[in-house]
């Protein structure tokens, strides 16, 4: 599903953020990648979402070579993709639902279709109740949910996370991971970029560990919780 | 694609509400630009049918010595008729001309009493074909006839002929770059109004990035939106324009048309409003893609 084959990022002043990254994730797989702050977590999301382009190397990412994907490109192989982050990233003017309708939207789907599929997600994480209410309005953790809905509205094959838990308490970081651990019984390849490795350890089928942007040691197996 | 015009209808419609005041500075501006812009053009408009008028009246009165014979004078009628530039030839004898005078300074032709003879020349009045009513091609046929034996003068309104076109021609010129700069501050002012919107949006922009929406879903609210503000600005000058002209200028108009027989004058009517209509649609797409290529660099 997705496959670095050496990859590397230099960024201007040829600070290296990644170097000779070999990884493989599999269809279906529940990755967590921790490290410390600056390690290159992130960076590996944003290659993976085609946010940044690789400096050297090549990433595949379901059968598509990104390294080489032109601009236009670009947004048809993100709708594949659902991504959450740390600071949740809602359109503060737009409801929750229309937080969430936004990727079908930019689809072309008919007002029926957005309403079902809106609808169904939103009870999926618990939040049908909060539809009309303005992300300034939600907790934290709603907040996370409504990007986790916005997130897998179009089933998404992969599901990047980058943080997610990094603004929430413990109670709220597990009811968090607990909604990717479903998401991820249902086939989407999951990949959470954290620093916390207790969660991860904790979680997670593999834990890749990143320092000074390489990866420490082999990927390791743990017994999933 | 149909849902996606909806959305991004139905988007620039939302931020038009949400930016009510901004809109309205920037419609207000578009529509006092619109103003000047339209009143010139009906100006220019019925500048341009009076000088049509005058010149379709252009005669060349070419006047006859009082000793020419007749039979010369048929003569010369004869070849004038024939000639490619005429279009008519009409003789005006002595006595006929006296009588018009006469006509013409009704009330006052006690003037006239104390003649013991007519001084007035007979004459021929010519009109000319179309192709040849510039001054140029006056000039050329009057420098063809004026070596005839019957004819003591040629008079066409030389002077003020050129004088009118020439001042036409400045004021044309003037309306071109007045009309230009009018444009170019209208493309400035609803870019601006566009960049300060995407401006404010561009977190919205990158969220909406990262759930894949292109360039164009992005860019398309955003050009819908000026588009708006082209078509109200122009909309209002219109409405502004016809209810001054239905309430008093349009007697100033019609008086200009009496003193200047302009013929039929032209006034708003629905070509031309179509026309600024469809102008303002084009100056907001213009100056909305003038200020969208910003959005290509807030990449998520």
Redesign the interface.
């Known amino acids: 599903m997705i496959e670095f084959h050496n990859v590397s990022k230099f960024y201007d002043n040829s600070i290296a953020a990644l170097t000779d990254i070999t990884l493989k994730i599999n269809k279906g797989d529940f990755v967590f990648i921790t490290g410390q702050s600056g390690a290159g977590k992130t960076t590996i999301l944003k290659l993976i979402?085609s946010?940044e382009k690789a400096t050297k190397g090549e990433l595949i990412v379901n059968g598509l070579n990104i390294t080489r994907i032109k601009s236009?490109a670009i947004?048809?192989?993100?709708?594949q993709l659902g991504?959450v982050f740390q600071d949740f990233?809602?359109?503060p003017?737009k409801t929750v639902f229309q937080n969430v309708a936004?990727?079908l939207?930019?689809l072309?789907?008919?007002?029926k279709v957005i309403k079902k599929k809106v609808w169904q997600v939103l009870k999926w994480v618990g939040l049908l109740q909060k539809k009309d209410a303005f992300p300034p309005q939600l907790s934290g953790g709603e907040q996370q949910r409504v990007a986790i809905a916005?997130a897998i509205i179009n089933n998404p094959i992969i599901l990047l996370a980058d943080e997610p838990t990094g603004n929430l308490d413990a109670a709220l970081a597990l009811d968090i991971m607990k909604l990717f651990r479903a998401i991820n019984a249902r086939g989407t390849t999951i990949v959470i970029a954290t620093h916390n490795s207790s969660i991860a350890e904790s979680f997670s089928d593999t834990v890749v560990s990143i320092e000074r942007g390489q990866i420490k040691g082999q990927p390791s197996e743990r017994y999933s919780f | 694609m149909l849902n996606v015009l909806t959305y991004c209808f139905r988007t620039a419609a939302q931020s038009i509400r949400m930016n009510i005041l901004l809109n309205l500075v920037t419609i207000v501006t578009i529509t006092i630009t619109f103003i000047i812009f339209i009143s010139f053009i009906l100006i220019m408009l019925n500048l341009s049918l009076v000088k049509q008028n005058w010149i379709d009246q252009l005669h060349v009165i070419v006047y006859l010595k009082d000793d020419a014979p007749q039979r010369d004078i048929e003569a010369l009628r004869q070849s004038l008729v024939q000639m490619a530039e005429v279009h008519s030839v009409h003789f005006i004898s002595k006595e006929k001309a006296l009588t018009i005078l006469r006509t013409s300074l009704q009330g006052q032709d006690g003037i006239l009493e104390g003649l013991t003879m007519n001084p007035l020349p007979a004459s021929l009045e010519i009109s000319l074909n179309e192709s040849c009513l510039t001054p140029e091609g006056v000039e050329t046929f009057v420098n063809k006839i004026i070596k005839s034996a019957c004819i003591a003068d040629i008079e066409y309104g030389q002077k003020w002929l050129e004088r009118f076109l020439a001042f036409f021609g400045i004021l044309k010129i003037t309306g071109f770059t007045l009309g230009g700069l009018l444009f170019i501050f209208t493309l400035f002012i609803i870019s601006n109004t566009i960049k300060l919107m995407v401006y404010n949006r561009r977190s919205e922009i990158e969220i909406m990035r990262l759930v894949g929406a292109t360039s164009h879903f992005i860019r398309l609210p955003f050009c819908i939106e000026a588009m708006i503000q082209g078509i109200l600005g122009a909309l209002f000058a219109l409405l502004f324009t016809y209810t001054v002209l239905q309430l008093g200028f349009k007697s100033l108009f019609l008086s200009f048309q009496f003193y200047l027989d302009a013929g039929s004058i032209v006034l708003l009517d629905f070509p031309i409003s179509l026309y600024v209509l469809l102008l303002g649609a084009i100056l907001g797409l213009a100056g909305s893609l003038a200020s969208l290529s910003s959005i290509d660099e807030m990449q998520a």
């Open positions: 979402f946010s236009s947004p048809y192989f993100r709708r991504v990233k809602l359109i003017r936004l990727a939207e930019i072309g789907n008919r007002n916005r």
